[in-house]
């Protein structure tokens, strides 16, 4: 009896985490856990759009400068429950998005090391019709200096514009 029942416990347990594999990382921005992305940059490339109308446009800049290891992360970036896209090493991407109050999200998808500290990183704020917004992940990890970090800060627009200008753009895919 006691055999079944810690398998019991046992199947129930993969199924609960089977279950969980897909939902959210725990901030209220981010997509799937397990959601993969393919993601390709072009440093020839710096895209900067006016908002369709009755829209908002955000660019979300990976800053990788202070970090010390290779692979660099892939981060993946949410906005109210869904991934919108994915960048690499000093690349930025953008997306239009509905006015009103949005939730962001990026995280770590891709292995870049033991001891890494916070692989998710949030933030909100309220998109205005017409208006541009931009948003840095800082990811850090100097030798010598402890676990690795991200960080996800909105920016003053030129100092957005002037980043997404030295970085590549990113363009990416959802892996099947």
Known sequence: MKVILVFMVLLSSALFAQDNAGKALGAPGCGPANQKFEVKTDSGQHQVTQPEPGKAVIYVIQDDRYFESHPRPTTRVGVDGSWVGAMRSNSYLQTSIEPGEHHLCASWRSFVGIGMGMKVAALHFTAESGKSYYFVVKDKWLRDHGPGD????????????????KFAFSTSYPKK
């Open 150 to 165: 991200i960080k996800f800060e909105a920016l003053d627009s030129d100092e957005g514009q002037l980043l997404a200008s």
